[in-house]
């Protein structure tokens, strides 16, 4: 489960700080407040992690994905290319979690965290 995100420089927001996230989370605000961008990050992170092309660092979209963001300039805060686009998510899994290094022929694991 998601448990926080945080995002630097996605569309409208220069920096949204750390957000909390729990099982249910209710995001609101005025129109063209930037409420859709934080979704639009998280199917852009999900399509990313479902392509085939390792080379592509962000899948920002095309003809044949669940979402089209444009060009890293669209998705940049105010258009500015100098700016990099970032982010951080946390979460936290119900067990624990290995995944196999091929190249290196090892693995990694990673345990659930529990918070106090």
Request: hydrophobic fraction near 35%; include cysteine.
């Amino acid at each position: 489960m998601l448990t926080s995100l945080h995002i630097k420089n996605f569309k409208g927001w220069k920096d949204t700080g750390k957000i909390r996230l729990a099982p249910l989370t209710v995001i609101f605000g005025a129109n063209s407040a930037g409420k859709s961008s934080l979704g639009h990050l998280l199917l852009a992170l999900k399509q990313t992690a479902q392509s085939t092309d390792n080379k592509r660092s962000l899948h920002l979209g095309d003809d044949n994905s669940m979402i089209d963001l444009g060009t890293y300039t669209d998705c940049v805060h105010d258009h500015d290319i100098t700016q990099p686009l970032s982010f951080s998510i946390e979460w936290e899994l119900p067990t624990n979690l290995e995944v196999q290094d091929v190249i290196n022929e090892g693995n990694y694991s990673g345990h659930q965290h529990q918070s106090n």
